[in-house]
Structure formats: structure tokens, C-alpha cells
């Protein structure tokens, strides 16, 4: 009986020490470094020419729109198209804090029509409140009491990424013609 409690004794303790040294062996790790991943700076550059292209094919987008229809359009800094097809009798350009009074198609570049906003009930917004579409805000700005314009908003200027959740998808050019009715 003593003899084989010693050797169960012994089992274990060569059992532990077995354990024992392969958890105290060096281990060497080694990490593999990927030389082709994506670094930081070259995932900025390669949004960056995403981004780029992204534009330029919008604006190519607006452009054949644009030459489809035979317009004459002004481009602003932000990269809002805009003309005054017809001058009214206004004699300034609103401000940021006036009231403009506007009646007006829009619609999608493909033609589908968003909404048309008449004389009869008009839309009224102050300028710098950021009530509407940034793009259409410049545009008013461009314009005197009674001009009519044609303006095309690149979709940073629109509704951008998300729309508008009812009728305007994401990423939507929008194609207004507007008439500033009154300035206040």
C-alpha cells in the first residue's frame, strides 16, 4: 500500500514538473507584417481619390444635364449651377436674415418630379436659418424680387447622404425652377 502511494506520488510530481517546464520554455513569436496592407496615410489618400472621382462624376452628371436643356449657368464657389433666365423688378439681393418669399419646381436629375410650390402658396424662409437646402439658400441670394432662375444642386448642397426620407433619395442632384416672389 505504501508502495503505491509513493508511486502515485511520484506520478503526479513528474506530472507537475512536466507541466511545469513547458510552460517555462522560450517561446520565440514572431509577427508577420503584411507589407501590402493599407497604411493609415494610403487609406486617407485612396478616400481622398474616392471622394474625388465621386465629384467629378457628378459633375459630369450636371454638365450633360445642363447641355441637354441648352443653359447658360453660372457655377458658384460651393459648386452650385444657377441662371437667371428672367429679371424682375427687384432692386436688391437678399441678405442673410431677410424673408424670401419662393415659388417652385424640383426635381430629380432624371426628371422626376418632388414638389411644385406655386404663387398661390408660396414657400417662405429666412435666409441663414438653414431651413432649406443650402444649395437653394445661395441660390435666392444670386437673385433680385421677380427673377426666375434654374438652379442645380450637387447633393452636398441638397440633401446629401440621407435624403430627405419621403421623396428624395440619398446622394440626390436636385434641379429647381424658381421664382423669387418677394424679399422682405
Not at 506520478?11 to 507584417?33: A, K, R, Y
Not at 464657389?77 to 417652385?104: C, M, N, Q, W
Request: include cysteine.
Amino acid at each position: 500500500m505504501f508502495q503505491s502511494h509513493l508511486l502515485f506520488k511520484s506520478s503526479v510530481l513528474i506530472l507537475f514538473l512536466t507541466i511545469l517546464i513547458s510552460c517555462n520554455t522560450n517561446q520565440t513569436h514572431t509577427t508577420t507584417i503584411d507589407l501590402n496592407a493599407p497604411t493609415s496615410d494610403s487609406l486617407k489618400e485612396a478616400m481622398i481619390n474616392n471622394n474625388r472621382a465621386g465629384m467629378q462624376q457628378e459633375a459630369n452628371a450636371i454638365t450633360i444635364y445642363v447641355k441637354k436643356r441648352g443653359w447658360n449657368m453660372n457655377t458658384s464657389g460651393t459648386g452650385l449651377r444657377y441662371e437667371i433666365y428672367h429679371e424682375g423688378a427687384g432692386k436688391s439681393f437678399p441678405k442673410k436674415g431677410d424673408f424670401a418669399t419662393v415659388a417652385y419646381t424640383l426635381s430629380l436629375l432624371d426628371g422626376t418630379m418632388i414638389s411644385n410650390v406655386t404663387t398661390i402658396n408660396p414657400e417662405i424662409f429666412q435666409i441663414g436659418k438653414a431651413s432649406v437646402p443650402r444649395g437653394l439658400e445661395e441660390g435666392i441670394t444670386f437673385m433680385k424680387a421677380g427673377d426666375k432662375a434654374h438652379l442645380v444642386l450637387p447633393k452636398h448642397l441638397a440633401f446629401g447622404l440621407v435624403g430627405d426620407d419621403k421623396k428624395i433619395p440619398s446622394n440626390s442632384i436636385l434641379c429647381y425652377d424658381v421664382e423669387l416672389v418677394s424679399v422682405k
